[in-house]
């Protein structure tokens, strides 16, 4: 499995926007999804998860109620659109796929997830 995140960019605090990671590779409709990001000062942190189906989603609280993950199978596509934007979200975001089938929930930390895209940076000024 391959993943090429996209989407990232500057805007301002409560401004949105929205990632996209596109998918290649065999068994891609298998696999969790999830979205990370990764600053100098916090390290990677967990930002949401979508089990193989998209039936259960899983988020950090930092972003519950702002951000949402979707995927499309068809287009082998996971999404994370971030409304609401604020300084903190300030971070080189990166998706993950993540093997084994299982809820959303199971998918909340880094070592659930074996296949990494590049980063995208997202910038949010005050």
């Known amino acids: 499995v391959q993943l090429q995140a996209s989407g990232g960019g500057l805007v301002q605090a409560g401004g949105s926007l929205r990632l996209e990671c596109a998918a290649s590779?065999?068994?891609?409709?298998?696999?969790?999804l999830g979205w990370f990001r990764q600053t100098s000062e916090k390290g990677r942190e967990h930002v949401a998860s979508?089990?193989?189906?998209?039936?259960?989603?899983l988020y950090a609280d930092s972003v519950k109620g702002r951000f949402t993950i979707s995927r499309d199978v068809a287009n082998n596509t996971v999404y994370l659109q971030m409304d609401s934007l604020m300084p903190d979200d300030t971070a080189v975001y990166y998706c993950?796929?993540?093997?084994?089938?299982?809820?959303?929930?199971?998918?909340?930390?880094?070592?659930?997830?074996?296949?990494w895209g590049q980063g995208t940076q997202v910038t949010v000024s005050s």
């Open positions: 993950a796929a993540g093997p084994g089938g299982y809820q959303a929930t199971y998918y909340r930390t880094a070592r659930q997830f074996a296949y």
């Open positions: 590779g065999r068994g891609f409709s298998a696999y969790a």
């Open positions: 979508i089990s193989w189906s998209g039936g259960t989603t």
